[in-house]
């Protein structure tokens, strides 16, 4: 697949609005994206004197250097630089928490790690309660200047049992910190946890400890936010002692975003005109080239929440609430994910964050280890909302880099974009379900069991049995017919039933699909994982090179109290097609969401997919498939 700018194409980006955003900065080229007269491209010029372009850098945290100090200072999660960065052994290099500095937020220089094992070196090793067991990581740092002092907070994602772990679990992650002279130490550690692995019974089984974040709010409280998608993210105040060590009561423990939304993780917290906003992402962060992660974002007067989004739906939701901010757009960057977010000397906002090349996700020689390059987009402020890049998503073309100064002139504008729209109505391809039964245009691709669909008052009902959860090797309940040529799009609105009792409830989805056959499709689907629902944005291929996925998902917006609507636009391009999901709680107010490539020809069929557990049923308003009208 060859990249393409969305921009050029004049696919998203409409001139209705503008978002007055960072201006032009002089700073010199590097390897790598780099900067050409004041402007840089993705990805960023991240770079070290020993071994060149460095390919990844997940997990970006950054901290400003205080007024004598005119870096930034950048440190990313542990693990390799580059591909050819390999040991003796043959194994990846591995850093423990890579740092880097800048001068303009845009060219990043490698000054060293912030742990290390060689007694050949000045850097301090962790002390032994806090060095993860082997196979283990230190993930998502997070610095921070508290008073005097320099801190720098980190994952250990397999505790040892010195420090709260488990003999012979492998999951005990807990939150550690070190303390250090200045932004890049040198660091010392503290002995154990800040906050411990918080475990549930005797079975391994326990909550994410992972992704610290810090933030003071407005009255000079501090406070950490920590967690994934088993247990959601929690927050816990955050107190320092005299002598500079700290405390996390668990006492003061916050539910901050409900669990099991697919890693909500990654937690991000900023003020702006008095609110405080919550970015957080969800799902896969590393699945290659099926990666679907996305940021989303609410908001609250409070910094413990609850976070609500656009929409007005919790974080903490059963119909889990998060407005995407940040979502893959049809270019080659997908994944954009776990981001910071920063402003320029001029005041200016801008995010950090990672992301996939579509193209070359993996570090060559070891198919199924993602790389997450370092990616720099302008962050606005529509009607109170944050958008990255006038909400078109990762750039993929030279953008305007950030100010280096306090009275910078600024100029640069971005169009707003906006959501899609549907044209004229084609009736060939629409249907209502208000006749007594179906149009012979329909075909079932595994129908239901005999009366397992039926309509009534203007719906579709499709009733579930034991086996309408698929393996990989079948397909769920489909209801097809054929596309219409050129570009279109689709809608649904739908909802389940589900019984009153009954094992886990899991797994059952109902909506949209295009497909070309049982191994290639698209899917957006309302979703229940667990005790929760969402709307999920789905891509299959098969085949695909040996170890590579064949499936990566991303969300969209929250579902609806009852019925949920979805819309996907398709978009055909010369050697392939794009998919823009969307979705709404009332069928007036949309969220436009996440894009998948893909290429399921002129020949693709288009209709219902469901699947779910017994005694539940999916039910169906309408499709209409019209023009795509924007």
Known sequence: ???TNLGSRGLWVIGLAALTLAASSAARAQEGGGTDGGTYTNP?????????????????EVLEGDDGD???YLYCTTGPLRADEVTDSGGLGWHQIPMFRSLDLVNWEYVGDAFDNDPATATAPLPPPLEPKSGSDLWAPEPQRIGDRFYLFFAVTNTTEEAGGRPGCNGDSSIGYAVGEGPLGPWQAAEMPLIAPRLLGEDCDGYWTIDPEVFEDADGRLHIFYGGASGGIEGRELLVAEDGSLTAPVSTATAITVGNRWSFEGAEVVQFEGLYYL???????????????????????????????????????PAVGGTPVLAQNGNRWIGPGHNVVVRDRAGQWWTLYHAVDEDDPY???FVGFTKRPLLLDALGWVDGWPVVNGGAGPSDSPQPAPALYQDQEIGSERALVLADE???????????????????????????????????????????????????EDPPLQLLQGAPEGDFLIETRVRFEVPDEGCCLHGQKAGLVVQSDESNDVKLVL?????????????EMGPVPEEYPRYGNSVIGPPGDEWTWLRIAVRRLADEERYTASTSRDG???????????????????GLVAMGEEGSAAEFDHVRVSELGR
């Not at 667990?530 to 789905?538: G, I, L, R, S, V």
């Not at 020809?601 to 288009?606: E, K, L, Q, T, V």
């Open 588 to 606: 007036t107010t949309w969220v436009r969401g996440s894009t998948w490539t893909h290429a399921l020809g002129d020949h693709a069929r288009i």
């Open 363 to 365: 570090f060559a020689g």
């Open 527 to 539: 979703i229940r994982v667990h005790e929760t629902w969402h709307t999920e944005f789905a891509r």
């Open 279 to 317: 970015f957080a992402s969800a799902t896969n962060c590393c699945n290659g080239p099926q990666t679907g992660y996305t940021v989303l974002v609410g908001r609250s007067p409070s910094p413990t929440g609850p976070f609500i989004d656009r929409q007005g739906a919790s974080m903490l939701g």
């Open 1 to 3: 697949m060859q990249p």
């Open 422 to 472: 549907p044209g004229a109505l084609l009736p060939l391809f629409s249907d209502e379900f208000e006749g007594p039964a179906l149009s012979d245009r329909w075909t079932w691709l595994r129908p239901p069991a005999a009366g397992g669909a039926s309509l009534a008052g203007g719906i579709l009902r499709i009733e579930m049995r034991a086996d309408d959860l698929p393996d990989e």
């Open 70 to 72: 005119p870096h930034w």
């Open 44 to 60: 960023l010029p991240v770079v070290s004197a020993e071994v060149g372009q460095v390919e990844s850098c997940p997990d970006p």
